[in-house]
């Protein structure tokens, strides 16, 4: 039997490959627009991952959306505002719509601010959107990472990502600071001339500072663009940067969840992205932007035609910053003015203004940052966590935050003693006196309150579990005695009160080695116990199976008891 071979061109060979090629084409899932743009860039797998991905549902992640949806505004109502607005300090006499002013000198900076707000059609309204979308943007931030602390959602693996919005908070509020200061009125220009006071009570370098960033003596004429480009350019970019990456890390991370059952640091309860999560967010996005539109249509903020413009020689009797700011010139009038003292030489130090000024700041935010590793370092936990933490089941922690809270709370109110003591018919001597003592001792009574109530909470909880939910029923028995009734949770209810750990405080097994010799490392590990005990001396044991089914054998005993025994209603049956 022979074969004959027929020999076929190159070209030939491919002909069936051809037509599978072809018909693999012809299959693909996604065609037109969408089918191109997979054929040249591949985003179908990612946008697949994405719209599939799972986010839980709850109230309080609503904060963080807050925070980005008021940051859009922003963005929004700045573009708009940046085609009238003049970043210049050339004088001007102003002859707009605002009659009390006309013929007064001004800036020209203020002169573009009055325009927007009097004769640029919207101009008020868009102005008051981006001065309250900035305020809302800092509050749901500093909220949102309120959130984050207490629930332990800052644990491996996202102590980055808590860096990140620790960085932004920060941004946030300069940004802020940098915003108000534009218009160039009196009000703002009393912020920057204290500002101004700041930079000068540096060590050495300070006049020097001060000379940089005002380009010569203050007020100069360069601080308005320096700071326009900084609000308009430079920070914004930043904090859309560090956004950005902040939210991949949210993508890349998982989403945290609350505990339940089902919920398991391997998995995350919730709805894809991809219908419900990105309908429910736009809703969302609108009803943020008409709350802001409403309150800014009613609600008039930073009316700067009041205030006039900016002259060096007025002092503004009552101004006051924007309230996350507002703590920096709180500490300022709490500190003592005996800190200041002249060295050999007679050189001047500041240290009544310059640590409460320039290095507040950085120093308050360098500690929020490295909480994380601090806290990760004390319980020695290196395993990832999904899963939040309810506060009470926290309770050195979160009495850590409350009293920072108040320390905060003390400072900002600081920055308003004088405006109190006139609305308050008081001394003004009087409560800056009284807040230096609340300063020192409200956080320590706030951080043992709190502790004291989110204790008193857990053991709430262990006893739910063990005896069941209170029904309000009260019995009487055969012998005289009241009793409530109690009905026994179940399993949902029962979870959340019994999947938290409870950390045992660390101690330290070995200070020397074999050979008698210190351990180089027994310090930090006493160190480390020290801060172990502080987290985790007091503590509520978590109810354990068997102490719950001894409980519930205890009732069991108590109800067949109850059989023999029948309770005796308070009232007769056939009483009317």
Known sequence: MSATYQPRHAAELRDGDRAAEQRR???????????????????????????????????SFMLGEIAMYSMIVCLLTGVFLTFWFVPSQSQVVYDGSYVPLQGVVVSDAYRSTLAIS???????????????????????VFVHMARVF?????????????????????????????????????????????????????????????????????????????????????????????????ILLVFVHKHTQYPGPGRTNNNVVGYPFMPVYIAKAGGFFFIVFGVIALVSAVVTINPIWAYGPYDPS????????????????????????????????????????????LILLPAMWTLIGIYPFVEKWVTGDNREHHLLDRP????????????????????????????????????????????????????????????????????????????????????RHADGRFEEIHAPLTPAERWPLVQHEVFEPFQVTHEVDANGVARPAARKDRLRAKLSHFYFRDRVPVATPSELEAAHHAHDVEAAHEEILEPEAIEPAGRP
């Open 25 to 59: 084409a012809d299959q693909k899932p996604l065609g037109g627009i969408a089918g191109w743009l997979d054929d040249r860039t591949g985003a179908a797998k990612g946008t697949s991952y994405l719209l599939k991905k799972v986010f839980p549902d709850h109230w």
């Open 118 to 140: 009097f004769d640029i059609r919207g101009g008020l309204l868009i102005r008051q959107i981006h001065h309250w979308a900035a305020l809302i943007f800092v509050v749901a």
């Open 150 to 246: 207490f629930t332990g959602a800052f644990r491996k693996p996202r102590e980055i990502n808590w860096v990140f919005g620790t960085i932004l908070s920060l941004l946030a509020a300069i940004e802020g600071f940098a915003g108000y200061s534009l218009p160039d009125d009196l009000l703002s220009g009393t912020g920057i001339r204290a500002m101004n006071g700041f930079v000068q009570s540096a060590p050495v370098i300070g006049s020097y500072l001060s000379y940089f960033i005002f380009g010569g003596a203050f007020p100069g004429e360069s601080i308005v663009p320096r700071l326009y480009s900084v609000h308009v350019l430079l920070i914004p970019a930043i904090l859309v940067a560090i956004f950005t990456a902040h």
């Open 314 to 357: 007025p002092v503004t009797a009552g101004s006051q910053p924007d309230w996350y700011m507002g703590f920096a010139d709180g500490a300022l009038r709490l500190v003592p003015g005996w800190l200041e003292f002249e060295s050999w030489g007679g050189f001047t130090w500041s240290m009544n203004i310059f640590p409460f000024s």
């Open 392 to 475: 009470r089941n926290a309770p050195t922690r979160t009495a850590i935050g409350v009293a920072g809270i108040v320390m905060y709370a003390v400072l900002m109110f600081a920055a308003g003693n004088d405006l109190m003591a006139i609305k308050l018919h008081l001394s003004i001597n009087d409560i800056t006196n009284a807040l230096r003592l609340l300063f020192f001792i409200g956080p320590p009574i706030a951080f043992w309150i709190t502790k004291r109530i989110c204790l008193s909470l857990q053991r709430a909880d262990r006893q739910k579990v063990l005896h069941g939910r209170e029904t309000g029923t009260i019995w």
